[in-house]
T-cell receptor
Framework: DVKVTQSSRYLVKRTGEKVFLECVQD?????MFWYRQDPGLGLRLIYF???????EKGDIPEGYSVSREKKERFSLILESASTNQTSMYLC???????????FGSGTRLTVV | KQEVTQIPAALSVPEGENLVLNCSFT??????LQWFRQDPGKGLTSLLL?????REQTSGRLNASLDKSSGRSTLYIAASQPGDSATYLC?????????????FGTGTQLKVEL
């Protein structure tokens, strides 16, 4: 069964901490994505990558960075966590220009 | 800028009813449309993927149609069950230079009651 795995289901971090969210896919997909989901705002794209070492800003990249050193792994980094980054973070991957998305189970991040 | 709207925002039906969820999008130049299901506190589960050249896709009790020219899609659920209770999201894909980015609707929250 194909999978997108996010390393943590729940995380609690302190303001100012550097936070790493990890995502791994086993489908050899070129494209990987990070979204955040907030009540009333829906899913918003933070960053995406369509190849190893390639990254593109999404709609809300401020306060985040990403890393893709290997095809199967896409990491989201919060350089200095803030309370307004408390959210559900969802990773996804897809194949080529027309492939459907497969999502991970999400990471609920709380910044206190 | 692509905008995706889902109507209704919430729906409550008795078990056994057939129901239709609606999705509309403003830019018809899409690559594909995908329907997802999301249970509370969980990730998204893909239900159906319709390529731009297709008119519909079926999986079990689910049928999704696509009318690209009018910017509309519907998700038909036959003989609804309490286990169908979830939020249903539609999303459209475009590929402006790399990666097939999805634009999501805000979802329809479905409750199927016994």
């Amino acid at each position: 069964d194909v999978k997108v795995t996010q390393s943590s289901r729940y995380l609690v971090k302190r303001t100012g901490e550097k936070v790493f969210l990890e995502c791994v896919q086993d489908m050899d997909h070129e494209n990987m994505f990070w979204y955040r989901q907030d009540p009333g705002l829906g899913l918003r794209l933070i960053y995406f990558s369509y190849d190893v070492k390639m990254k593109e800003k999404g709609d809300i990249p401020e306060g985040y960075s990403v890393s893709r050193e290997k095809k199967e792994r896409f990491s989201l980094i919060l350089e200095s966590a803030s309370t307004n980054q408390t959210s559900m973070y969802l990773c996804a991957s897809s194949h080529g220009a027309r492939g459907g998305y497969t999502f991970g189970s999400g990471t609920r991040l709380t910044v206190v | 800028k692509q905008e995706v709207t889902q109507i209704p925002a919430a729906l409550s039906v008795p078990e056994g009813e057939n129901l239709v969820l609606n999705c509309s999008f403003t830019d018809s130049a899409i690559y594909n449309l995908q329907w997802f299901r999301q249970d509370p506190g969980k990730g998204l589960t893909s239900l159906l993927l319709i390529q731009s050249s297709q008119r519909e896709q079926t999986s079990g009790r689910l049928n999704a149609s696509l009318d690209k020219s009018s910017g509309r899609s519907t998700l038909y659920i036959a003989a609804s069950q309490p286990g169908d209770s979830a939020t249903y999201l539609c999303a459209v894909s475009k590929n402006p230079g790399g990666g097939n980015k999805l634009t999501f609707g805000t979802g329809t929250q479905l409750k199927v009651e016994l």
